[in-house]
């Protein structure tokens, strides 16, 4: 496991095959060409911090001006929750995942 930015990234390691002891020590005979490797698989949620941050570099520009104008709303005391929006909105998004 893995904590970046506070979030918790769960990375997984496995070996090709199992280790023999007799082998691990001979390898300071072999070359290096002939040495077997230890693999990473990085776990989905990985993957989707990944995809989250390409998307976010190709946000368009209408979407940024958005948020600076909702920003500055904030800022001086405009912007005004609106809860049954939100609450339809993670409904529709509750719906889409268990679609």
Not at 15 to 25: C, F, L, M
Not at 28 to 56: H, I
Not at 79 to 95: D, L, S
Request: glycine letters at 4%.
């Amino acid at each position: 496991m893995k904590i970046v930015n506070g979030n918790i990234l769960n990375i997984y390691m496995r070996r090709t095959r199992p280790v023999n002891q007799e082998e691990v020590a001979g390898q300071t005979q072999r070359s290096p060409s002939d040495r077997k490797t230890d693999v990473v698989e990085l776990s989905p949620a990985v993957k989707e911090v990944d995809r989250a941050k390409e998307m976010a570099q190709t946000m368009p520009e209408e979407r940024a001006e958005k948020v600076e104008q909702i920003r500055n709303q904030i800022e001086n005391g405009l912007y005004r929750i609106q809860p049954e929006k939100i609450a339809q909105k993670m409904i529709e998004h509750a719906i889409d995942i268990l679609a």
